[in-house]
């Protein structure tokens, strides 16, 4: 898929897709904390490449209903909470109920905003990360994330991505897309382009991780380790 895409019109299919009926349902627990092994299986793999600890400052952008932020916050007790952000306020509202479900509130904070516009002060994290977001920013907007997320990192600061990957083995995605009908826009991205960007972003060492196996959907993912 080509072209302009529009965060607020992917946020709104989101939110439809995770509020109503019996996929609504199904959205709820595949991007859950519960779920996680199923769209994220290699997560912890992915996640040890960034060397994580209770000091760092962590924001995960786009987090949907707080999945991964749950999940780090059940293994680790952070300094200080960490912040996710998503552009879609059902989800957001949706996982504040997932952090309290998990006996988390207080420890995890999630707010609105968009990946384009991040509400926080330059320097404000050590660690930013993000999965399976970055499919849906176009070329102006991937631009304009990237250098948000160098603002808001301090200096030695770490971005750590996973989504899905260019390759022709890609092609059922967008099979699904078009039979759903009604598919939030992607673009897909190779870690050569994606390495690019982060580099006119004002990233350096981007390395690739190996992200092992993937569940579901069974096509190909990648990750890369950015620091500021």
Known sequence: MSGRIDEGDVGRVYEEWFTQGLRGVGMRYVFSRRGLWLLNTPYRRILEAARITSEDRVLDFGCGIGNILIALAERMPFREPPVGTDIAPALVALGKREVARAGLTGRIELQVAPATHLPFADGRFDLVLTSHVIKHLDEVALAVAFSEVARVLAPGGRFLLWEFEKSRLSAP????????????????????????????????????????????????????????
């Open 173 to 228: 995605l967008f099979w699904s897309a078009a039979v759903s009908g009604l598919p939030p826009s992607f673009r897909l991205r190779s870690s050569g382009e994606l390495g690019r960007a982060l580099t006119s972003a004002g990233f350096h060492r981007v390395r690739r991780v190996p992200t092992g196996f993937f569940l579901m959907p069974p096509v190909p993912r990648l990750a890369l380790l950015a620091e500021r």
